[in-house]
């Protein structure tokens, strides 16, 4: 039985393994993980940070004074929007740190985590918006809707300008995917506040203020719910691909391989996939471990995009019967 590591990266080719280190088993591999443009990403997190800060201290300041909870609310959801923003930038920023003895993944995983906190955060904000809502209905109090339509306007504007901002960043990615979801409640809740702003200045049906942020808070709630699911699933080792699936394919593309087992598949960062599986192969596999290696590593970088392979390869014995 012969262990053998293999390392295939995505748009690098796999360099041939020298035969002392295929006898020693013992190859040290460089990860070069591209993440999308990272400096271009600092940049477009610094700049949504810094017009959703300003706007931020606008509508909390603004719906104090007009005694709306629905501004309130959209002012704290833009503080932890801000706040995202804050992490987003801090993780892309610690991503870039090389690889060392402790941390031999990097600090990829540094993205999930603040995606995670972000959730979590999140959904704690709704708590607070829940109450406060659930106290103006038993006691509604008068807003000046004036005040409230202008401020929700003007963040509903910087809303777009921010999506603008970080549509051209890498959205794929769950970090900057956590940013880009938040300026998407937002902008749901400032166009929900313009509404109610005007129903309220014909109507005066204070109510609406109370019903409208507790709207907010359950679309809160759901892009929170969704964000911390998603974290969680890489931070516990969920598979981000089918390994059933997987197993499947691999039978069917090699004929050599007589079965895979102990597989394990998991998600460092975004598109940051590891795959790990012990494979018998047939005794009519004449090629050499190397090639074998290759061909496997090949495959499931194309099909899955697999970025780190590691097989341990296994000679089925042959079994022979006896003839008289």
Same mark, same amino acid.
């Given at each position: 039985? &012969?262990?053998?590591?293999?390392?295939? /990266?995505?748009?690098?080719?796999?360099?041939?393994?020298?035969?002392?280190?295929? /006898?020693?088993?013992?190859?040290?591999?460089?990860?070069?993980?591209?993440?999308?443009n990272s400096l271009s990403d600092q940049f477009l997190l610094k700049l949504s940070f810094g017009i959703t800060f300003l706007v931020m201290i606008v509508e909390i300041v603004a719906g104090m004074y007009a005694n709306?909870?629905?501004?309130?609310?959209?002012?704290?959801?833009?503080?932890?929007?801000?706040?995202? @923003?804050?992490?987003?930038?801090?993780?892309?920023?610690?991503?870039?740190?090389?690889?060392?003895?402790?941390?031999?993944?990097?600090?990829?995983?540094?993205?999930?985590?603040?995606?995670?906190?972000?959730?979590?955060?999140? &959904?704690?904000?709704?708590?607070?918006?829940?109450?406060?809502?659930?106290?103006?209905?038993?006691?509604?109090? &008068?807003?000046?809707?004036?005040?409230? =339509?202008?401020?929700?306007?003007?963040?509903?504007?910087?809303?777009?300008?921010?999506?603008?901002? =970080?549509?051209?960043? #890498?959205?794929?990615?769950?970090?900057?995917?956590?940013?880009?979801?938040?300026?998407?409640? #937002?902008?749901?809740?400032?166009?929900?506040?313009?509404?109610?702003a005007v129903i309220i200045y014909y109507t005066d049906f204070f109510l609406l203020d109370a019903l409208l942020a507790l709207f907010i808070s359950m679309v809160i709630l759901k892009w929170a719910w969704g964000l911390i699911h998603d974290s969680l699933h890489?931070?516990?080792?969920?598979?981000?691909? #089918?390994?059933?699936?997987?197993?499947?394919? @691999?039978? /069917?593309?090699?004929?050599?391989?007589?079965?895979?087992?102990?597989?394990? $598949?998991?998600?460092?960062?975004?598109?940051?996939? $590891?795959?790990?599986?012990?494979?018998?192969?047939?005794?009519?596999?004449?090629?050499?471990?190397? #090639?074998?290696? /290759?061909?496997?590593?090949?495959?499931?970088?194309?099909?899955?995009?697999?970025?780190?392979?590691?097989?341990?390869?296994?000679?089925?014995?042959?079994?022979?019967?006896?003839?008289?």
């Amino acid at each position: 039985m &012969a262990t053998i590591t293999s390392s295939f /990266q995505s748009m690098h080719k796999h360099q041939p393994l020298k035969a002392k280190e295929e /006898q020693h088993h013992h190859h040290d591999h460089t990860h070069a993980h591209h993440h999308g443009n990272s400096l271009s990403d600092q940049f477009l997190l610094k700049l949504s940070f810094g017009i959703t800060f300003l706007v931020m201290i606008v509508e909390i300041v603004a719906g104090m004074y007009a005694n709306s909870l629905a501004l309130i609310s959209d002012g704290i959801h833009m503080f932890t929007h801000a706040f995202a @923003l804050f992490l987003s930038l801090g993780a892309l920023i610690i991503r870039t740190k090389k690889a060392n003895a402790q941390k031999s993944f990097g600090y990829y995983r540094a993205e999930v985590l603040a995606a995670f906190v972000n959730g979590l955060i999140i &959904a704690v904000s709704v708590v607070w918006i829940v109450y406060e809502s659930i106290e103006r209905l038993i006691t509604p109090e &008068a807003i000046l809707s004036e005040t409230t =339509l202008m401020v929700a306007i003007v963040g509903l504007v910087v809303n777009i300008i921010t999506g603008v901002v =970080l549509y051209k960043a #890498d959205r794929e990615n769950i970090n900057i995917k956590s940013a880009f979801l938040h300026m998407l409640t #937002d902008a749901l809740s400032s166009v929900a506040i313009i509404i109610g702003a005007v129903i309220i200045y014909y109507t005066d049906f204070f109510l609406l203020d109370a019903l409208l942020a507790l709207f907010i808070s359950m679309v809160i709630l759901k892009w929170a719910w969704g964000l911390i699911h998603d974290s969680l699933h890489i931070l516990l080792e969920g598979s981000p691909l #089918d390994t059933t699936e997987i197993y499947t394919r @691999l039978l /069917q593309a090699f004929p050599f391989i007589a079965s895979v087992y102990d597989m394990h $598949c998991w998600e460092i960062s975004h598109n940051y996939y $590891c795959f790990s599986a012990h494979i018998k192969v047939h005794p009519f596999a004449h090629e050499s471990h190397n #090639d074998l290696l /290759q061909k496997i590593s090949s495959f499931l970088e194309k099909e899955f995009a697999i970025a780190h392979v590691t097989v341990q390869l296994e000679h089925e014995k042959a079994s022979f019967k006896r003839v008289f």
